[in-house]
């Protein structure tokens, strides 16, 4: 899945191709991708619409146009194509909404598993959106409150692992990046959340801040089919320690790391860098 540097990579790939264009048409070819309102008046109410700019919250993206905000969430393998007016495309099996823009280009939505979805609501109330309004902060120091986040984690029993996947406590992580973040912190991923100590609380909000600005400066990570809205991969995995590394030796003490299973989500850490403590220190 996608997760907050990937979206933001294509966020900010799709403002270089399709901000301030106008849209002539829209085809859709899979009504179930769209959420709301039913696709016929989905694509009527697109017709005419120019893009003002593209926005980003959380794993959400919200195309904001001149009556209305588009807000689409990739899920687990959407992704955008785009094509310029030069360009003849016929589109594949899985092209499943496309954009025809009044000076001939194309942008296409590919989903090969379709649980991507769209939603259209009226001008600026895109945040209000109820997915939305249920996240978590941004993971930036601006937005991010320290306090606020290890509040959270002293009332939370679970591990930390699927508290961090919870997009309620900070907005954009998941598996790949919670992965990241918990080697980076040095903390089991079944560490309890309310057994961290401050200094491994302020020690693993720090990591959060700092490996998804590096993914985001790198372009996100490229795992199987992503591609950013350029038809880049993005390059940070070979910046990865632990995601993907099974048996390879631990970047920090050479230890193999291993892969379990936590929350039903397969996960890679450093059996020795990871120590799992029960109580509190």
């Known amino acids: 899945m996608p997760e907050l540097p990937e979206v933001e990579t294509v966020r900010s790939g799709l403002i270089r191709l399709v901000q301030h264009k106008t849209i002539a048409e829209v085809v859709v070819r899979w009504p179930k991708i769209i959420e709301y309102p039913a696709a016929d008046i989905f694509c009527?109410?697109?017709?005419?619409?120019?893009?003002?700019?593209?926005?980003?919250?959380?794993?959400?993206?919200?195309?904001?146009l001149t009556d209305f905000d588009l807000i689409s969430h990739l899920r687990m393998e959407g992704k955008y194509e785009f094509f310029p007016e030069n360009v003849s495309v016929q589109p594949d099996k899985h092209t499943h909404v496309i954009f025809n823009f009044s000076d001939g280009s194309q942008l296409h939505y590919n989903d090969v598993r379709k649980f991507g979805r769209m939603v259209l609501v009226k001008k600026d109330q895109g945040l209000l959106y109820k997915g939305i309004q249920q996240l978590g902060p941004e993971p930036i120091e601006e937005e991010f409150s320290l306090s606020n986040f290890e509040e959270k984690l002293q009332h939370s029993s679970s591990f930390i692992k699927p508290l961090l996947l919870n997009q309620k406590v900070v907005a954009g992580l998941g598996n790949i990046y919670t992965d990241e973040v918990l080697w980076l912190a040095k903390i089991h991923p079944q560490q309890p959340a309310q057994t961290l100590n401050k200094k491994e609380s302020k020690r693993l909000y720090q990591a959060i801040i700092d490996v998804l600005a590096k993914a985001v400066r790198a372009?996100?990570?490229?795992?199987?089919?992503?591609?950013?809205?350029?038809?880049?991969?993005?390059?940070?995995?070979?910046?990865?320690k632990v995601y993907g590394k099974t048996n390879e030796p631990c970047p920090r003490c050479q230890t193999p790391i291993e892969k379990i299973k936590v929350a039903?989500?397969?996960?890679h850490l450093c059996p020795h860098c990871q120590k799992l403590r029960r109580r509190q220190s």
């Open 44 to 64: 009527q109410d697109l017709t005419g619409q120019r893009i003002e700019t593209i926005e980003r919250r959380g794993k959400f993206l919200l195309f904001k």
């Open 219 to 240: 372009g996100g990570t490229t795992v199987r089919t992503y591609k950013n809205a350029l038809g880049k991969a993005g390059n940070f995995q070979i910046e990865l």
């Open 264 to 267: 039903q989500r397969g996960t």
